[in-house]
């Protein structure tokens, strides 16, 4: 992979002239909230180590969007989301997620509202500090070696610029005076040593590696009863974790007399009762326990029977997020020591 | 029912009652307002009755009858009767048909006689005052549209569904999820008395998207873990009866039951 150095001074002017490449998309204020959207102006774009509140997968598996129109003769799918895209300051935790959802959505038979999206987007990586409930280096997912075009090194006075693909080199050739070939020994021990202090402000960390074998052990646990009493069923934790794809599907008639309507796409969550609620009313995780339960193990155990590894990337989401302190951290803890949160 | 013509099939039109009884009318409104619809529901429906919207009624067998407002008089109650008696299909819409509004805030504490005497006195009245409530405790109520107002994506959707003889599509999620598509931090992480969680979502989270938190206006989640919100709310400060006064005014005593019960 090739590695160029850049002048911080010149990032504005080069993100800016990636527009060329789509639309540019990326992290900016939405009502005090950080979130990923359109950038009118580069200077919109907010580059920072927090991560937006909903997470990139939004870009890729929409919140709500039409899949397709209907009348009695057939379907048409609607692909009007798609649209040339370059999406920039992309955390590693989250092009992690991307690489988790490609396997999920990309695998045959493929989701062509996924594929079409993420085919036309181009991934214009940054690496981020650690924030107060990052969990990245316990999951082995603060770093990035695939899943980006461009990926930006902030090292202060520049930047080590990873080209992660042939469109990424595309965009360094078009802005070539812009970038040094040249990384010197002096550089190198500066990117160690960033590394180094980096990993060293992690405040906090889990057993994310004995996670699978702990959550088979703990299948009976009392414990997934007593997060059961406290857990508020709202669902947030899905809406925010970047792992999370699950959608619900609904039919929606024009307001006519001839047969002719659409079916939408919706964001849902197994922390909701009708999830797995099937005809003749039964529903297989009718009980909060058994809808935790399912949920975590995605994110610390069968997803990574399904999937190569465990859903959790470690951005710390689900422990900004949870009002009443469920998340990775806290059940973890609780299934290795048996403490749970009081709140 | 389907029938084939100019090769295209289509459904019959329903036979539609739309009726106000105590309430603002603004649910009525609200269908009426949605300009981008309101032709299409004429068209596509054959509507018998209603006031709001032509003064010339037919009274007569329907297949569909939309109630707005609760039930507050001997007349109203004879009313309600009557109308379902004649509708295949029975929806109540907005939060005083389905709930009780805010007329029946107090509605069981066995006080009526003397909140009624206090405020009208003794008069003669042209029929009877009842004590609200909302239209299910007098009739069966096919489906429940809630909200203060309804909102016309909910109401268009059942509609449709209605029109084409589909099953509407129930939406048993608390008002958080709506309220976190809309990339709103939560009310609860700041200790705020907000009450999303146990109250049921469409409002498309109204009342956090300006930073205010939920009061119940769609009437209760059912799944919601009311047990342990209330917990939750009074650590942040606030008495039960203070939550519970807050409830009262727009969920009404729908959430209470749960609160009660400590949830299903």
Known sequence: ?343 | MIEVGNNKLTVVKPKVGIYGFTGCAGDQLLIIHTEEEILNLFNSVDIRSFVMASSNPTEEELDVAFIEGSISTEEEREHILKIRKRAKILVAIGNCAVSGGLQSMFTGDNTFEKRMNKVYGDVEFLTNPLEAKPVDAFVVVDYYLPGCPISAPQAFALISRLIHGAIPEPYPHPVCHECKLNENRCLLLDKITCIGPLTAGGCGSACPNHGLPCVGCWGPNEDGNFEHHLELLESFGKTREEIRRLVRGYGGHKILKFIDKGGK
């Not at chain 1, 690489?99 to 038979?109: G, K, N, Q, T, W």
Request: glycine fraction near 6%.
């Open chain 1, 1 to 343: 992979m090739r590695i160029l150095k850049m002048q911080s001074k010149f990032l504005d002017v080069f993100l800016e002239s990636l527009n060329k490449f789509g639309n540019l998309y990326g992290p900016t204020y939405k009502n005090k909230v950080l979130s990923y959207d359109r950038l009118a102006n580069i200077s919109d774009l907010v580059l920072t180590d927090e991560h937006p509140m909903i997470p990139i997968k939004k870009l890729f598996h929409p919140m709500k969007f039409t899949m397709l129109h209907f009348n009695e003769m057939g379907f048409t799918p609607d692909y009007s989301t798609i649209e040339k895209r370059v999406i920039l300051g992309v955390h590693p935790c989250e092009i992690h997620s991307l690489l988790i959802l490609d396997s999920v959505f990309m695998r045959e038979p493929m989701d062509p509202y996924y594929a079409q999206l993420r085919q036309n987007s181009a991934i214009i990586g940054f690496s981020c500090l650690p924030t107060e409930n990052s969990l990245c280096f316990s999951t082995d997912t603060d770093i990035v070696e695939e899943g980006f075009d461009l990926f930006f090194v902030n090292l202060g006075e520049y930047f080590l610029v990873w080209v992660g693909s042939s469109l990424g080199h595309d965009m360094i050739y078009e802005r070539e005076e812009f970038f040094d070939k040249n990384v010197t020994h002096d550089d190198i021990q500066e990117y160690v040593e960033w590394r180094q202090k980096k990993n060293k402000m992690f405040k906090k960390s889990f057993e994310f590696d004995s996670m699978p074998d702990i959550m088979e052990l703990s299948y009976e646990s009392e414990i997934w009863e007593e997060f059961a009493k406290i857990c508020l069923s709202c669902g947030q934790c899905s809406m925010v974790c970047p792992t999370c794809n699950c959608y619900s599907v609904t039919d929606v008639f024009d307001v006519t007399n001839e047969q002719i309507g659409r079916r939408d796409r919706n964001w849902d969550s197994c922390m909701y009762v009708d999830y797995s609620l099937v005809a003749g009313g039964h529903n297989f995780r009718a009980s909060r326990g058994n809808r935790l339960k399912l949920w975590y193990g995605h994110k610390l155990k069968t997803f990574g029977k399904d999937y190569g590894r465990p859903g959790c990337v470690g951005c710390g989401r689900c422990v900004d997020s949870c009002p009443v302190d469920i998340n990775v951290l806290t059940i973890s803890e609780a299934l290795t020591t048996k403490e749970v949160p009081e709140k």
